[in-house]
Structures are given as C-alpha cells and as structure tokens.
C-alpha cells in the first residue's frame, strides 16, 4: 500500500491515510477539526479501506455533527466560589475576590473578580500559556528540527493549533487545560507540519520519530477534548 493516496475521498468524505506497521485492522477518526483520518496497516487495500469507510459512514456522520455542535455538548461552568477549571491538566477552583481584579492561580485557587466571567478567564489562559508554551516548545523544534519564530495562544475553534511556512505556530487556548505530555503532543503535531503539511505517512512518520508512542497520546486527546472547557461563543 506504499503507493496510497495521502487523501481518499469516498463519496463526499475526505479521508486523510496513513499507514503504520503496528496497525492490524483500520482505525477511523473524525478529528478535532471535523475531518477524518484513517490509520491502516500496510497490507490494507484501497478496495478494503473503501468498504471500512462505507460500513461505518453512520457512524462517522454523527461523530461529525457531534463535533460541529461541540460547544453545546461541553459542560457548563458556572463563575461561583468553588467551581472547577483545569489547568495543565488539574481542577483549580475559583475564588470570586473583588471586582476589577485580573485572573491569577495562587495558592491553588484561580482569583476572578466579582462580574467576571468566560471572557477574563480566557483572556487568563491566554497570558498564562504564552510564555510556558514557548518555553516548552523550544526542545521539540530542536528534535523536529525546525525554527519557530512565533507562538501565540488564541481561539482557534476546532483546531488545537495551526501553523504557517515561515515558523509561526499557533496554539487553541483551551490547550492550556491538558496535562503536559498532551500539550507536548500538539507542539509536536503542529511542528512536524512545518515539514510535511498534510497528514500522509510522511508525517506520521516524523511524529513518531520526534514522540515516540504518540498514538497513545492522540487517542488520550479524542477521549478527553469534548470535556474541556469552552464557553458558548459570543460569551
């Protein structure tokens, strides 16, 4: 199957292929970002993958319409003394303080001023990842071997980063609230596509060199992304 294409399209879905050795049977997932990838063993003919993807086209219709409507799926927080949101991957819960107050962490507890609410907080995500996720960064574009000139924490919708040619990268601001070695597999994503820009086996393959054992790590990502936290748009 050396010579599949990086994309497969069947009927009106793109599947983006790759291949790896350790792969017996077909793995399908809607991402993140509403598209599909297909991780398949070496010897998986087209033919086969073509009728993986027709059994289960049901079943990846209704992952993607779960995956559009994620921020209604998302549980609720409520900006009370005590209610919990993560941060690096631990529950840090609020403390209303006075009024006008900028968001803090210390001493275990995130500081929100009375009236505040979604906004301040990502705004607080925002200032607190910039610098740990440059720092954090700099090792894994050692070992990817790529320069980044540029890293901002934004709102990225359904996207857990982005990137551009000239070494900007680009990290969702709800990335903030994994655990280290999940954000690590995002950095690591988002630098290998300063090399390879699409997912083929190319890709795949500087991933696993840079972070070893990262499908581990990308299947921890689907199974904990739609219980982060992010607040109603416009809000």
Request: glycine share 10%.
């Amino acid at each position: 199957m050396s010579d599949f294409p990086g994309v497969l399209r069947v009927g009106d879905l793109d599947i983006a292929v790759s291949v790896s050795p350790r792969r017996r049977t077909v793995r399908l997932t809607v991402e993140r970002d509403a598209s599909v990838t297909a991780v398949v063993s070496p010897q998986v003919s087209r033919a086969e993958l073509v009728k993986v993807v027709e059994a289960k086209r049901s079943w990846l219709y209704g992952k993607l319409a779960e995956r559009r409507e994620l921020g209604e799926a998302r549980p609720a927080r409520q900006y009370v003394d005590g209610e919990g949101f993560p941060y690096l991957g631990r529950s840090y819960r609020l403390r209303i303080v006075e009024p006008g107050r900028e968001v803090r962490l210390i001493r275990g507890r995130l500081e929100l001023g009375r009236g505040g609410g979604a906004r301040e907080l990502v705004r607080w995500y925002q200032r607190a990842g910039e610098p740990w996720l440059r720092r954090r960064v700099r090792p894994w574009a050692e070992r990817t071997g790529v320069e980044v000139i540029g890293l901002r924490v934004l709102p990225l919708g359904y996207r857990w980063g982005s990137c551009s040619p000239d070494g900007k990268v680009n990290i969702h601001w709800a990335t903030m609230q994994l655990p280290p070695t999940l954000i690590d597999y995002v950095l690591v994503h988002e630098l290998a596509h300063l090399v390879r820009h699409d997912h083929g086996a190319e890709f795949w393959r500087l991933v696993e060199r840079v972070l070893p054992g990262y499908e581990g790590c990308r299947e921890r990502l689907h199974r904990l992304g739609p219980d982060l936290w992010l607040p109603p748009e416009g809000r």
